[in-house]
Nanobody, 122 residues
Framework: QVQLQESGPGLAKPSQILSLICTVSGDSITTRYYDWSWIRQPPGKGLEWMGTISNSGNTYYSPSLKSRTSISRDTSKNQFTLQMSSVTPEDTAVYYC??????????????WGQGTQVTVSS
């Protein structure tokens, strides 16, 4: 059973750096044909893909967030992290980590964490 769990502070102040960790069990984050993403959902809005780290450590980011978003990993702990700088109240959202299966014809977010609420407020 593949499980992902987000962890980190639920509150952040404007201008601070948001840091979240996704801990993965049941699969290695270095396994081929899967990559690992951060996705968020602001209140009342749809899901927003933030970025992805591949099984080999390559990273890809949403153009709107690239300048202040960084994804990294710790393979010894089977974790990948999200850091976002200069947060504002607009960054308030439920943050999810998810695995994406890189199939021959389809790519699917097949496993998700439960999500963690992050509120940015002074």
């Amino acid at each position: 059973q593949v499980q992902l769990q987000e962890s980190g502070p639920g509150l952040a102040k404007p201008s601070q750096i948001l840091s979240l960790i996704c801990t993965v069990s049941g699969d290695s984050i270095t396994t081929r044909y899967y990559d690992w993403s951060w996705i968020r959902q602001p209140p009342g809005k749809g899901l927003e893909w933030m970025g992805t780290i591949s099984n080999s450590g390559n990273t890809y980011y949403s153009p709107s967030l690239k300048s202040r978003t960084s994804i990294s990993r710790d393979t010894s702990k089977n974790q990948f992290t999200l850091q976002m700088s200069s947060v504002t109240p607009e960054d308030t959202a439920v943050y999810y980590c998810a695995r994406r299966e890189l199939g021959l014809f389809f790519r699917t977010y097949d496993y998700w964490g439960q999500g963690t609420q992050v509120t940015v407020s002074s």
